[in-house]
């Protein structure tokens, strides 16, 4: 008789879900033994890499992803980037090993006392099998929620003396469905409503990447001759940014945000909460006389929105319904926006500077990873992104999500032979977070660039101080820290890039290279402002 360890095996396999990634512990030995060869577990230092690994991974692939953690305390180590994957919309199958059932009465070392509570609110299911038997009826479940809109976590917790029980006959390996069409009613509704708009502005966000909708972004953008603004700290790039109709990046306050707006009388947000906000910089949420029409696939993102009127559906089959139904506008398209000013010459070379040489040596299907707060504005101004799904950041705002999520990113290219260069853009403040995650790198052998802009301080942190009047805060600066031999001892190759004129070379040279690089970049210490 097959065991249920057995049984959830072949499940895995019929999933499609025969990489794990994790750090091995005790509670989980039983599941991870005779490890079979057709199965390949990613090993990270630490949880909280596992989980942004794993997440980088789902989001490269378009496929759920299974990480596995170490019960209560591997789940806590891991919590960060479970809320970002949260945020992010990743489809993640999270398990973790628990004590033996024998036990738990007693809550012996390693018990998870309450494992079903411990990764709320941020997980959309989760469940401990109250039978050793359930357990692969229980993966199938995860599955089908993690993989279906909207998207996100789920956590299983396995105890460690269920995997040798007999099973029960497998559950039916299931497909779900992972999208779905706007009302048509409704539908018509909002296109009336843009029809008859005289200045409609159109905010895209990451679930129009996610649909593989660029495209008909575009289309409906031109269609309607409208302005196109990306919704406030987006964590993936929804337009070509490049495109005359392109606008920029919306602030993340209310007041400054609303003042972007002014001048449209209906603004159409698809794929992005309405709206993300960070600093409180209080406001109307819309100028007077605009109306806000909202399309998500998320019913709580749309019930929690302050203004607007919602219509449920996938981004990309919305905005392609919308176009069927949509005239084309008559009045002449937007101007495009004004280009960049050259960055100023410095002796301390600012990050303008630097993500300027970085433009000018992009390669061509290059994917972005950043996790570089205060330099951000700098970023997306010198580097806009112009291709589809090449564009990634956390949505959380929580550190320590970019630089593992870099390397699965770099793993999913690998796998599905694409083979994209993997550039992560990452602050030295962030750096140290999932430092973990450059060992894993190098193992893999992937070459994946690190470009760290080198300040000694977290100066988003000095941003907001400076917004909020909270003078003298502890703990900003971060001096003594050598990220090239940090980087070494991972083993990965390094290079100071001391001037802006040395990225070039250094970039080409990491690019060749058979394992991941890591380029320590000194900027200017100035302080930028946070809006």
Known sequence: MATVRETTYELLRALGLTTVFGNPGSTEQPFLQDFPADFRYVHALQEASAVAMADGYAQATG???????????????????????????????????????????????????APTELPQPYVKWSHEPVRAQDIPAAVMRAYATAAQPPTGPVFLSLPLDDWGQPADPPPQVR???????????????????LAASHSPVLVFGAAVDRAAAWPVAVAVAERLAAPVWSAPAPERAAFPEQHPHY???????????????RGHDTVLVVGAPVFRYYPHIPGAHLPDGTRLLHVTDDPDEAARAPVGDSLLGDAGLTLAALLDLLPAADRPAPEPRPAAAPPK?????????????????????????????????????RLPVVRPASYFTMASGGLGYGLPAAVGIALAERDTGRGRPVIAVIGDGSFHYSVQALWTAACLRLPVVVLVPVNQQYAILKSFAELKHTPDVPGLDLPGLDITAIARGYGCATRVVGAPDELPDALADALRADGPTVLPAPISTEVPRIL
């Open 63 to 113: 496929r759920p992803a299974h990480v596995n953690l170490h019960t209560a305390p591997g789940t806590g180590n891991g919590m960060g980037n479970l809320v970002t994957a949260w945020h992010n919309r990743t489809p993640l199958i999270v398990t973790a090993g628990q004590q033996s059932r024998e036990m738990l009465l007693l809550e012996p070392r390693l018990a998870n006392r």
């Open 175 to 193: 497909t779900v469905a992972t999208r779905f069409g706007p009302d048509p009613r409704r539908l018509r509704e909002f296109a009336a409503v």
């Open 247 to 261: 606008r920029g990046v919306l602030p993340y306050a209310i007041a400054p945000l609303a003042g972007k707006l």
């Open 345 to 381: 010459p410095a002796g301390s070379p600012d990050a303008d500077a630097l993500f300027a040489a970085l433009a000018a040596c992009w390669p061509t299907d290059g994917v972005l990873v950043q996790e570089s707060p205060s330099n951000l504005a700098a970023l997306r101004r």
